[in-house]
């Protein structure tokens, strides 16, 4: 199974070439060490030539060789090379044993296939086999931790939702971050494809389909994509056929996803106490002891009175824990079905797959279904046609996406005053709810639809040419197609929907983005040592997104949910937006007999986001390694495999901006009197142009005692220059920002990768994957030499700090908040001059360590996750640790650490109507009192396999059987309080990360 | 298949895109219909429920004593209640965006050449840019800076003054606040050029500006600056020229009727809202923080005690309120927006002609000599009160009368955003109801004025921060 997945068509066909000039024939077989089978598709080359030849369906194959035999290397991706020297033979029968180091080594870079030993460039790759039959919901997600120097932080936990990728730190202030993603070809759109929830237009892909991901993250390996190139680029390769005898798979799996924690909020009893406090606090310090009512009243009974009439006696009142209505144990389940075969000419994978997982959160849930062929076919030795057709629906039920939503569940649960039941004494939700948080967030969350239905193609069909030995000419043309129709339904149970009578939205999206490129590839070695190719193309990529939304309202009932039977049609309205960018490349490379590299790459693109005047950029970039293990000084150094020194620079660029960022524009969408009115949107920039990465790298490869230990360390030194910045404008003049040009940010970073097999012994196999990013952000510079812009942007911080006052505690004398002013002083009132950098978002460090245990069928893997050094601001707290200052319900912190007590050392003030005691800026502030560190560690992965032996399925004409039970997320250390520290940027409202288990089967035959 | 034959020169032809929702600043206004539209975009920007949608009708009473939050709420107005350090009405950003829709339309109005465009439709939309570039200016003014002569500390900012449109980034330059002086000095010569340029015949709609407003906008304005023969003759032309159109005080048999009807009989200048695209709904709504109309209202907002207690008896305005309960609760909600232009929806008066009345009266009382108590001027005053079925003030001295139409702009004008801009006009103090339990403010505190946004004094350093902040 596995030599069929990772056969690869381009490798194969960019070897395949005319014998010639040679003059007698040698013969032979080459079968599977493992298995016995013949192999078809094995590459047999004579060496220091162009010759070579593919072995047949059953392995066999026939070359020329000169008279004296040569030396004939045998190599099929996943497999090691074996060199054979052909002497006075006419047959040559060969074993090919797999190879792990090798299948880890090879990477496709830019347009073309090579092994990793031959690029300059810094590249992290995931093979499929990695991520084989985890229930994540989008590759992206499954890249966290397992590469260095790629970021991947799961913006929501919502099934399917948003996950953010930054490669190397994060360059632009303003212009996207995310890199580019590749798959088969196409460049795919990426990012939300629905406002309902949290969503990922990536989630289309299955990826039990996925070969492998390869991250592009120094200029050398990706400048080739020039100017989408600046954030790096993740190519993405589906599995493919294989010709011989047609493989089935088929796997399945079940479990359950629950939530990791629950927020511990106070009870019904201990609010009202709190509130007690808190309203004769505040009425004492207004008036004294008595009220000036009409007449006079004691201040003590008439705010216990006040309070009691509000939130319940402590005594008496009934708790309700909101939290518990709205999470569940979901379900989860995937089934995979594949098939792939094929013969001589033509070879196939067909794979289907159904996967559902619901969310740990009600109603919460992704399902998709999706079908792949990949196809590849060969009309003649010249012409060879490959194609990969993949369709998904998806089908995503959420609640609202990440927000301080009084309709989002996770944020309004914890929140909701838990003196009101979920029911009333009739059995009807109790609705509207008091304060607030109004919402009785059950209802809502039952009866609310917030629905994504999206239909989606990424497929890409290539030709191949052979215009001559060594030169070839490809043409691609790849397309990705989404449509997505949004369903919103607010439901006239809903009292908030009431009036309304209910209200449906519909919103389809259409994305059409394709991409096509025309290459011409020239290979060639000159006196068996001088090897050199080059690559001349061009491409042109087109996106348009569409929107169209209707509204309506005024249902008969709750039971009618679609436009049909709205009575009252509403706002009806629609998007569109498009780019466009072209450009032409070329990359030269050049070996001296794989020791001394040479690389270089141009690249000039033209986009329709810049303006008229700067529209085309060009785009470069050089590298050289040198192989040092294959100098004559090391050549006694024979536990080495490879050492090798890269270095290179490059300028890749970023335009992921608004795609009419650079023209001034008049927006339609104002309305008065039935009159639709138009407003300025935006200043021109005729000016605008790329942003550009200057990116310097230098990596070391190593592998010691048969790939026993390997790995590789980057230095990389980043400065993107002329930023993509939304310059701020003075608001007076009518316009918040205009995008210009300006600034550098500076991100540099050691990237450390440690492979080691610890143990290999008596059948026991223990080996170690670690890798470590060590990075630093700086903003070098902004325009016109301002130091900072507003409070967030600072020369000489990272980009996105955390800018807020101290707070210094509570005054241990009358309860109060305090905070440190500007000079250092305990202050009240804070003044804007007050804060400053508390921290930073950006991760320092960030890594992954996996662990795998082999005996005999037996395998465990174990795999941490980490993230250190960022700081994030709890916003959550801000509505829940306010020492009662509103009607929210509390953290317990507020209840049992409060200030009650002269002389008292705690950091919880006492319990304040309003929050604001006279004269302070009371409790309602942003401080350090919610920044708080979310560094932590993961246990993301446990999986417990086994492998039922041969000879027991081998009767049942079987080639693997497989059974597993693995969790994900299953434990999380850290010093954080929140529901969840994977966090891009604030907590507030964020769906956290769910726990999962899960069991399966997966059956080959 | 996939043959991209693409060569550079071509490519920029390949590279072309237009967006649909937008067309280009720079020539999208050479045509009439560009500008027509553009003037539709200023009104809808004063309907957001930062503005006149809510915040701008509420807050002024919720930050002084008429009006109050519930003890169940949602949080809306709590630090305007408590005059939260930093918490004020914030209209730096969407009034600078609608002052340069003014300057764009009146810069394009200047320029058109084309001849089908009538002279008459030209005047209507420059008075009409005009008058709103007065009233947004005015909000500024009196919402960032103190008025001429009520200065405290001498600090005489007022704001940023922006006549011409920024359409290049050249143009968006960095500029100093003039003096609140020079400001008001502005409006009066927009609002001076708008007067002049309405005719009774140019004039749309009571949804639009028009003569009658801009004239009562100008009293509104003098009256601010203590301009008291000012007030009192643009109060007198705008009640002559709405008497013109056949509007009047209305009596006190139809005052709550006029609540329901549209536009308001007693508007000079009413914001029209469409229920289908322009309700700001449960959410935001002033219907929905008010009133109980429809279920899902927030019912936030309620008169003080202190301010129901004003009301005689039988004052048609003490019954435009309505006992409730909101949780245990006991409170009064209010008619005056009980979404009449459907559900959470109301139409919103900026200026009504009993506000006109009431400028007129205090303008007279204040002109009398001396500590005469103004006949005129009670004469105004009892004559509004009439209408009201509310029975004569009888005023002993000059101060009681002044009092008493600040009063009375308590009961005639609540939830329509006067209260605490009369305190501060006058250089009062805001004495908080016992039922918010929060301190007073001395004219003298630096919440007086709001907090000018700190991302603009971060950045442009010729802008000086308010006082205290």
Known sequence: MKKALLFSFVFVLALVTQAWAQNRTVTGRVTDAQTGEGMPGVTVQLKGTTTASPTDVNGGYEISVPSNGGTLVFTFIGYAKQEIAVGSQSTVNVKLGSDARQISEIVITGYGVQEKLEPAGSTARVSGATIENLPVQSFDRALQGRAAGVQVTALSGQPGGAINVRVRGQGSINAGNEPLYIIDGVMVASGQTSGQSSSNALSSINPNDIESMEVLKDAAAASIYGAQAANGVVLITTKRGKSGKTNFTFSGQEGVVERIKKLDVTTAAEFAELRIEALYNQYFDIYGPTVPTNPVQDTRTYTRNLAIAAHGDPATVKNTDWQETIYRKGRLRTYDFSANGGDEKTRFLLSASYNKQEGQILKSDFARATARLNLDHKVNDRLSFLANISLANTKQNGNIADGAFINSPQFSAPLILPNQPVYREDGSFNAPLAGAFSYNILQNTLLELRQAVTNQTVSSFKAVYKVAPGIFVSALAGVD??????????????????????????????????????????????????????????????????????????????????????????????????????????????????????????????????????????????????????????????????????????????????????????????????????????????????????????????????????????????????????????????????????????????????????????????????????????????????????????????????WYPEYAGVNPADGRPMYYDSLGNITYTLRARDSKVTGQYLPKTFGGLANSFQYKGLSLDVFFQGSFGSKTLNNNSYFMANSAGTTYNQTRDQYTERWTTPGQITDVPRPYGGGTEPNTSGVFNFSTKQVEDNSYIRLKQLTLAYNLPQTLISRAKLTNVRVFVQGLNLVTWTGYSGLDPELLFNEIGTYPQGKQYSGGLSVSF | ???????????????????????????????????????????????????????????????????????????????????????????????????????????????????????????????????????????????????????????????????????????????????????????????????????????????????????????????????????????????????????????????????????????????????????????????????????????????????????????VRRAMFYTATKGSEAVRFNKKFAGNQGVFTDNIPIIRLSEVHLIKAEAEAELAAGTEVSVAGLATLNNLRSRRDASPVVALTKADLINAILVERRLELVYEGHRFFDLKRRGLDIVKDPQVAAVNIPYTDPRVLAPIPAAEVNLNSKLKQNPGY
């Not at chain 2, 957001?48 to 002024?60: D, F, R, S």
């Not at chain 2, 709904?281 to 301010?307: C, F, H, K, M, Q």
């Open chain 1, 481 to 802: 197609f989404a449509d997505t129709q949004d369903d919103n339904y607010r439901d006239p149970r809903v009292p908030q929907f009431a009036a309304i009578g209910g209200q449906a939205t519909n919103i389809n999206r259409r994305t059409l983005n394709w991409n096509s490129n025309v290459t011409l590839n020239y290979n060639k070695t000159f006196a068996e040592l001088h090897n050199f190719s080059a690559l001349v193309g061009t491409e042109y990529r087109e996106e348009t997104r569409e929107t169209s939304t209707a509204q309506g309202e005024g249902f008969p009932s709750g039971q009618f949910q679609t436009l049909a039977s709205a009575a009252n049609p509403k706002a009806v309205s629609g998007t569109y937006t498009t780019y466009k960018m072209g450009g032409i490349f070329t990359n030269l490379k050049y070996d001296l007999g794989e020791k001394y590299f040479l690389s270089g790459t141009l690249r000039y693109d033209g986009s329709s986001k810049f303006g008229a005047n700067n529209r085309f950029g060009l785009f470069y970039a050089g590298a050289v390694a040198w192989a040092l293990n294959r100098e004559a000084f090391l050549a006694n150094a024979t536990y080495l495999d490879n050492l090798k020194l890269r270095l290179s620079y490059g300028v890749t660029g970023n335009s992921n901006i608004d795609n009419f960022a650079s023209l001034g524009l008049l927006g339609s969408g104002p309305n008065y009197t039935g009159t639709s009115g138009i407003r300025p949107s935006q200043l021109p920039n005729p000016d605008l142009t790329w942003e550009e990465a200057k990116t310097l790298n230098l990596g070391l490869d190593w592998s010691f005692f048969n790939s026993r230990v390997s790995g590789a360390v980057d230095v990389y030194r980043r400065n993107n220059e002329r930023l993509l910045l939304a310059r701020q404008l003075p608001t007076d003049t009518g316009f918040g920002s205009v995008w210009e040009n300006a600034g550098v940010v500076l991100n540099e970073g050691v990237e450390v990768e440690l492979n080691t097999v610890n143990v290999d012994a008596g059948g026991f196999k223990w080996s170690t994957n670690f890798n470590v990013t060590f990075q630093r952000n700086e903003i070098k510079e902004l325009y016109g030499g301002l130091q900072n812009i507003g409070t967030g942007l600072r020369v000489g911080q990272p980009i996105d700090i955390l």
């Open chain 2, 1 to 315: 298949m996939g043959a991209t034959a693409l060569s550079v020169s071509s490519c920029d032809d390949l590279l072309e895109t237009a967006p649909r929702q937008s067309i280009a600043l720079d020539t999208g206004l050479t045509d009439i219909t560009g500008v027509r539209a553009l003037l539709i975009g200023v009104y809808d920007r004063l309907q957001v429920n930062t503005y006149y949608g809510a915040q701008m009708m509420l807050a002024p009473d919720v930050m002084a004593d008429n009006l109050r939050q519930t003890a169940s709420n949602s949080n809306r107005y709590t630090f305007f209640q408590n005059n939260s350090f930093g918490t004020q009405l914030n209209r730096w950003a969407g009034n600078y965006g609608a002052i340069n829709d003014t300057n764009l339309i009146i810069e394009a109005i200047a320029n058109n050449t084309d001849p089908t465009v009538t002279a008459a439709e030209k005047a209507r939309i420059t008075a009409e840019a005009k008058f709103l570039r007065a009233l947004l200016y005015h909000d500024l003014v009196r919402i960032y800076g103190y008025e001429p002569g009520k200065e405290v500390g001498g600090f005489n900012a007022g704001v940023i003054l922006r006549l011409e449109p920024v359409t290049l980034k050249s143009e968006a330059d960095f500029k100093a606040r003039a003096t609140n002086a020079e400001v008001y000095a502005q409006i009066e010569k927009d609002l001076t050029d708008a007067i002049a340029g309405f005719t009774t015949s140019n004039q749309t709609s009571w949804f639009r500006g028009n003569k009658a407003a801009a004239e009562a906008l100008m009293a509104r304005v003098s009256l601010y600056q203590a301009k008291w023969q000012q007030a009192l003759d643009f109060s007198n032309t705008a009640i002559a020229t709405a008497a013109a159109r056949s509007k009047g005080l209305v009596s006190a048999a139809n005052y709550a009727a006029a609540w329901t009807t549209l536009p308001n009989p007693e508007s000079l200048f009413e914001l029209n809202y469409v229920q289908a695209t322009e309700t700001l709904g449960a959410n935001e709504s002033l219907n929905s923080l008010t009133s109980d109309t429809y279920v899902g209202a927030w019912r936030d907002i309620v008169p003080t005690n202190t301010l129901f207690n004003l009301y005689e008896v039988n004052d």
